[in-house]
């Protein structure tokens, strides 16, 4: 008897072939490549040795790119057209980084959909960047292993959002790689650590790197990777640090104005002088400025610290809001893992240990743990091992749902819900005879649409005439591995349908970002009350409408006073729908509802008789 040998399509049916897949950490300031080697996860070195890659990009010409340790060497003389950091641009516009920007020596494009750079090589975008250094690890990768690869796993913030995770898709696509998932980086973590130590309970992890921070809440069990609930800031990370530094050192030394190339050397000094901390007590930055104005000032350890503590306080938010999430307290967390290499900061590991009453664990290299995480993800998906052997559920960080009449938000899938998911729930028209409408997809914790993000709009036509909340529109939300929306309508009774990816404008703002969760709980009360003066008002307004509408077919059946009377609490209502709070709106429908009672009552008794015209006693029975 022969044995068949079945395969996935472009997949070698061979048992024993291994195939070629990489986890890819693309951070704020370095990137790392990894990959699983004779069943051990390794991060891949370059030429000479080095695991890490500056995410630094020099534009010298129209086909002249340098990436990595080059282009970081010639930040200080060529700042305009060496662009770093561009992750914290990706999927941003230039209105949402307006604050940080004027601290940047680039020059920015007019685009209001997507921040673009002018370099000598043409206007480039955070996406563009991105994409040379994905391009660099992908062939250090096939360099390393020796072939063409299958897909990567690139870790991203768990705080990023639709916009964020679609640009760096796009640039995974235009460097030639096949993104096999998007992972949260503190979910790449804790595969790490959970494979490697074989831990098991609840973990917190605490990622501190470049340019963002993340927090999140594990609970694992034999090879279970749940996350409970995710938190953190998009727009913080050592790039702040840094940025304290050099702004006391600008103080310190009476500096106002610096060109370009001044800043970017000022500030590579403040880094180093702040990695020099981490080990002695002291550091001194020294440097002559192109102005001949020199500087040479000395910063303690203690005096670093103290810079910087408001920095770390804010990391600690983030931290409290997810426990909440979570439903856990200090004393049920096992073990807090330290990820990126800003928590190699001393003040930064005693602040959380203070915090958790415990010290963190750091026994895997910061700066790796990610990209090794995101490796041994790479190598499941790829099919060299068993999806079986452990299983990982992550989670989408805030609430997404859609608008409804009145400016209100509708939560269809909660944050912290399990991914992938899909969710659906019905809705129905408000005005007879509507045969069309719009779906508003929104993103956020806040009441009023106003208050939330908006991804997306399509419209549903096709509806059939019927009288108002008649019809049946069923609204069905799915989100991915990678949690990239689509959302879906289709109207019960005829079939018809619409549906839409959401890729969003790009842009998010930062203080969208960063507080929203902090916002919906601070303002939970207001919103509850905006809520419900929104659901009052619509309340109100379909009742104005119904009784318009009666009135005009049956208002012969009242006399001048009872006429006189429903308008007058028709008027009343409706100058309380402008000026009015919930509790005055509803009184004031009930007593339009009592004023209508008898009118009510005589349009049914004149439409009974209507039907009955004609009839014989018989036929009514």
């Known amino acids: ?282 550091a001194t930055v020294r440097t002559v400025l192109s102005d001949d104005r020199q500087v040479d000032t000395t910063v303690t350890r203690q005096g670093f610290h103290t810079l910087t503590q408001h920095l770390v306080a804010k990391t600690i938010e983030p931290v409290k809001q997810a426990l909440k999430d979570a439903g856990v307290g200090k004393a049920d967390v096992k073990g807090v893992i330290m990820v990126g290499g800003s928590t190699r900061m001393l003040h930064v590991q005693q602040a959380v240990a203070t915090f958790f009453g415990q010290t963190p664990l750091n026994n895997l290299n910061p700066d790796q743990v990610v990209a090794l995480g995101a490796a041994m993800q790479a190598n499941v998906l790829a099919g060299n091992k068993n999806e079986d052997e452990w299983l990982l559920l992550d989670v989408t960080p805030l609430s997404l749902g859609l608008e409804t009449y009145g400016g209100l938000a509708e939560k269809i899938i909660p944050r912290n819900s399990t991914l992938p998911t899909a969710r659906a729930q019905e809705f129905t028209t408000f005005k007879d005879g509507q045969t069309a409408m719009t779906i508003h997809v929104v993103q956020g914790e806040r009441e009023l649409v106003s208050d939330c993000r908006s991804l997306a709009k399509f419209t549903l036509r096709g509806i059939p005439p019927m009288v108002a909340g008649a019809a049946r529109i069923r609204v069905t939300f799915q989100v991915d591995a990678d949690g990239l929306l689509s959302v879906s309508a289709r109207e019960q009774s005829t079939g018809v349908q619409a549906q839409i990816e959401v890729k969003p404008s790009y842009g998010l703002d930062d203080e969208t970002i960063t507080n929203m969760l902090k916002e919906s709980m601070s303002n939970a009360s207001d919103d509850m009350a905006a809520r419900a003066r929104a659901e009052a008002v619509v309340e109100a307004e379909g009742l104005i409408a119904a009784v318009a509408a009666a009135l005009e077919m049956d208002g012969d059946l009242l006399n001048e006073t009872e006429l006189t009377a429903i308008r007058d609490s028709i008027a009343a209502l409706q100058n309380l729908v402008q000026t009015g709070n919930a509790d005055e709106i509803r009184n004031a429908v009930s007593a339009l509802g009592h004023a209508t009672d008898d009118f009510a009552a005589k349009r049914m008794d004149r439409n009974i008789k209507r039907a009955l015209t004609g009839q014989r006693v018989e036929e009514i029975s």
């Open 1 to 282: 008897m022969a044995l068949l040998q079945i395969a996935e399509p472009g997949m070698s049916a061979a048992p024993h072939q291994h195939r070629l897949a990489v986890g890819i950490d693309l951070g704020t300031t370095n990137s790392l490549v990894a990959s699983v080697k004779s069943g051990s996860a390794v991060c891949l070195p370059d030429e000479k040795g080095r695991v890490t890659l500056p995410s630094v990009v020099r534009y010298c010409g129209r086909d002249d790119i340098e990436v990595g340790y080059d282009a970081l060497k010639a930040q200080k003389i060529d700042p305009v057209n060496t662009i770093s950091s561009a992750k914290r641009l990706i999927g941003r516009t230039l209105e949402d980084v307006q604050q940080g920007a004027r601290y940047l020596p680039y020059r920015f494009g007019s685009n209001e959909r997507i921040i673009e750079l002018h370099t000598r090589a043409g206007d480039k975008t955070p996406i563009d960047v991105s994409a040379e250094i994905l391009r660099t690890l992908k062939q250090r990768a096939e360099e390393n292993l020796g072939g063409e690869l299958v897909g990567a796993v690139i870790t991203v913030p768990a705080y990023f959002d639709d916009a964020q995770r679609q640009a760096t898709k796009d640039a995974a696509r235009l460097a030639g790689l096949n993104v096999l998932r998007l992972l949260n980086e503190p979910t790449a973590a804790a595969i790490a650590y959970g494979l490697d130590n074989r831990s098991e309970g609840t973990f917190v992890v605490y990622d501190l790197g470049g340019g963002t921070f993340d927090v999140s809440v594990l609970q694992l069990t034999k090879g279970l990777f749940e996350v409970k609930a995710t938190n953190g800031n998009s727009a913080l990370g050592g790039d702040d640090f840094d940025h304290r530094l050099f702004c006391w050192l600008l103080e310190q030394n009476g500096l106002s104005q610096l060109n370009e190339q001044d800043s970017q050397l000022l500030l590579s000094l403040a880094r180093a002088a702040k990695e020099t901390l981490t080990t002695d007590t002291s």
